[in-house]
């Protein structure tokens, strides 16, 4: 009976993964089987002992060529010193084309879930993914990492056709940055793409400081050609993501985004992406994010009827924008998670410690909802819930918060003799894109209309409310355009994206009345 004998490297570094071990088996194994490294090396034409002889000089290969970077099948650092298998009595757990990655074997068929992004053509079966990332977790948590899925578009940049530049955008054909080195640029041209990207303020740092927690996935609906070049503007040394970037062909669902396709156990996955329903399935591990609409184009393409950042020449802050905040968010996340003692880490899970931090965010509310169209209060509901919040269906003295549209109902009345908060819906939205509970003062419900009193919040024209951005809290197009569905409530036309971290002045009409 024939063995193989496929040995494999222990140490590993740090920053290794599943998916970056694959490609580099794979192409190593490739290397050493084409005609010019060596004639022996044809496997079409042999007889089983001869395919196995050649299978296990390709190992000794990738072990020769690849030091201590190789880890084939399995994870670097914990990889198996040596694994025996029997050809007759192999179970085939992946394929490479139609080769059983194990034994060499020539398979009939094809079956297993794709691994496209890690290489073309690699199929692996449930067996030997729930292997992977079993031994991945371990490796993972032992260097205090976990997994983070990075959507791109409005989440870490914002991208437009050349063609689609609005008249008052077009000044930024003239300020692009070089390609030569876009580790200094934040807005690039490209020209062969006939498209314009424009990186999110303090993206570099973010990557930099995730990095550091987080084994970093690209998870994308664009295609892939879009996404390899967008990596090369976020990342290009190549320090973060490698082969882990996943584009919309290769998942298992339409129009869907999935942890089917990640090599990472989903109990420590987090998710950042703009986009709550492309996660249907893995909703707990879920960050959502507010959208980042630079291009006129984008704006437009949400529906917004307003000026974009480029057009007013604006952008997101550095220090108080979002990625600046999600990544407390994640800093705490992380904290949490691996805080304690360290040997019941296998058992954890991140989604658990998502849930908790998310609870401490309006935990202590007691909130009641006055007049609030009736499809909509669920929504407002669950959100409250969700950030640890009370909701109460009845007025009673535990009461801390009043949330309406309407100044004049009963409800409304008694929170101002009782002085308890009467606010706006939207107080609750800003502090689930924030992850943060907002100042009341910013978001008060005056009578007849919602007129919030500050010193940079202050009615300036009939139904207007003039916004001063520059402060640390934002009502952004999506906040805007979330209280149009409250409908009956109360109404919101953006004309102007106010961003946190945008120091302009922005005029929002508003209405705010019954069915009509």
């Known amino acids: 009976m024939t063995m193989i004998q496929m040995s494999v490297v222990t140490d590993s570094p740090v920053h290794s993964s599943s998916s970056d071990d694959f490609v580099a088996y794979i192409d190593a194994a490739l290397d050493a089987s084409s005609p010019e490294a060596s004639s022996d090396k044809e496997v079409e034409n042999q007889d089983e002992f001869e395919s196995v002889r050649i299978k296990r000089r390709k190992i000794e290969s990738i072990e020769e060529t690849q030091g201590s970077t190789l880890e084939g099948i399995v994870k670097e650092n914990?990889?198996?010193?040596?694994?025996?298998?029997?050809?007759?009595?192999?179970?085939?757990?992946?394929?490479?084309?139609?080769?059983?990655?194990?034994?060499?074997?020539?398979?009939?068929?094809?079956?297993?879930?794709?691994?496209?992004?890690?290489?073309k053509g690699l199929r692996l079966h449930d067996e030997e993914i729930s292997r992977l990332r079993n031994t991945d977790i371990k490796n993972l948590l032992h260097h205090k990492k976990l997994y983070l899925m990075l959507d791109l578009d409005h989440t870490l940049l914002n991208s437009t056709h050349l063609g689609h530049l609005s008249s008052e955008e077009l000044h930024l054909l003239n300020q692009t940055?070089?390609?030569?080195?876009?580790?200094?640029?934040?807005?690039?041209?490209?020209?062969?793409?006939?498209?314009?990207?424009?990186?999110?303020?303090?993206?570099?740092?973010?990557?930099?400081?995730?990095?550091?927690?987080?084994?970093?996935?690209?998870?994308?609906?664009?295609?892939?050609?879009?996404?390899?070049?967008?990596a090369k503007l976020l990342d290009p040394q190549g320090e973060y993501f490698n082969a882990k970037i996943i584009s919309r062909d290769d998942g298992t669902q339409k129009h869907q985004k999935g942890l089917d396709v990640v090599l990472g156990q989903e109990r420590a996955v987090l998710i950042l992406d703009d986009t709550e329903h492309a996660w249907m399935k893995h909703k707990d591990n879920l960050i959502v994010m507010e959208r980042y609409h630079f291009f006129a184009s984008s704006c437009r393409q949400f529906g917004f009827n307003c000026k974009s950042l480029a057009e007013l020449k604006n952008d997101e802050n550095e220090s108080e924008g979002a990625l600046a905040r999600i990544l407390e968010v994640l800093k705490q996340v992380h904290s949490t998670f691996f805080d304690g003692l360290q040997e019941d880490l296998v058992g954890?899970?991140?989604?658990?410690?998502?849930k908790s931090v998310r609870k401490d965010v309006l935990s202590g509310c007691v909130i009641i909802f006055s007049r609030i169209v009736h499809s909509a209060l669920p929504t407002l509901q669950k959100m409250a819930g969700q950030m640890g919040a009370t909701c109460l269906a009845e007025?009673?003295?535990?009461?801390?918060?009043?949330?309406?549209?309407?100044?004049?109902?009963?409800?409304?009345?008694?929170?101002?003799?009782?002085?308890k908060f009467l606010v706006h819906p939207r107080w609750i939205e800003a502090a689930n894109y924030f992850w943060q509970k907002q100042p009341e003062?910013?978001?008060?419900?005056?009578?007849?209309?919602?007129?919030?009193?500050?010193?940079?919040?202050?009615?300036?024209?009939?139904?207007?409310?003039?916004?001063?951005?520059?402060?640390?809290?934002r009502l952004g197009q999506n906040l805007c355009a979330k209280a149009c569905v409250l409908r009956s409530e109360c109404y919101a036309v953006p004309q102007a994206d106010v961003s946190m971290a945008m120091h302009c002045f922005a005029w929002v009409p508003y209405s705010f009345g019954h069915e009509s």
């Open 78 to 119: 914990l990889a198996v010193a040596e694994i025996s298998v029997e050809v007759d009595e192999c179970t085939h757990p992946g394929s490479f084309g139609n080769m059983c990655i194990r034994c060499g074997q020539k398979l009939d068929g094809e079956s297993g879930v794709t691994f496209g992004y890690i290489h």
């Open 177 to 230: 940055d070089s390609l030569e080195d876009v580790s200094k640029g934040s807005i690039f041209k490209l020209e062969f793409m006939h498209m314009m990207t424009k990186l999110r303020p303090f993206v570099r740092t973010f990557l930099k400081e995730a990095s550091e927690m987080f084994e970093m996935y690209i998870y994308t609906m664009g295609d892939r050609p879009y996404a390899l070049e967008m």
């Open 348 to 354: 954890r899970d991140v989604r658990q410690v998502l």
């Open 395 to 419: 007025l009673d003295p535990s009461v801390t918060h009043v949330v309406g549209t309407d100044a004049g109902t009963e409800k409304s009345r008694w929170a101002v003799k009782e002085n």
């Open 441 to 473: 003062e910013n978001f008060a419900l005056k009578k007849k209309h919602w007129q919030p009193q500050s010193d940079f919040m202050r009615p300036d024209q009939e139904n207007s409310v003039r916004l001063d951005a520059s402060r640390p809290w």
